[in-house]
């Protein structure tokens, strides 16, 4: 079973900065994409970032410019810049792995943001 474990979230300011680390049970070779979404309460969980094995990266408009998903190969570790953030950026930010067409999930991480 694969694991993902999340970490970097907490409590910022608007216009501040976080960086978001995810940390697969295995190989990050092993998944043709990995990805992060955000759930805010009372709302579904949305993507936010994703970046393929051959490393071309999507993201969501309201993240586009501010946002930067890349991966690390050789510390096996996905990783979300978060940049001029906002108080509609506040949410439970969730790692993701797809292999083929199944979807892993980690726990989660906590951001908000907050003057």
């Known amino acids: 079973q694969v694991q993902l474990v999340e970490s970097g979230g907490g409590l910022v300011r608007p216009g501040e900065s976080l960086k978001l680390s995810c940390v697969p049970s295995?190989?990050?070779?092993?998944?043709?994409?990995m990805g992060w979404y955000r759930q805010a309460p009372g709302k579904e969980r949305e993507f936010v970032a994703s970046?393929?094995?051959?490393?071309?990266?999507r993201y969501t408009q309201s993240v586009d410019g501010r946002f930067i998903i890349s991966r690390d190969n050789a510390k096996n570790t996905l990783y979300l810049r978060m940049s001029d953030l906002k108080p509609e950026d506040t949410a439970e930010y969730y790692c993701?792995?797809?292999?083929?067409?199944?979807?892993?999930w980690g726990q989660g991480t906590q951001v908000t943001v907050s003057s």
């Open positions: 970046i393929t094995l051959g490393s071309m990266t």
């Open positions: 295995e190989s990050v070779f092993n998944f043709n994409s």
């Open positions: 993701n792995a797809m292999i083929l067409s199944r979807a892993y």
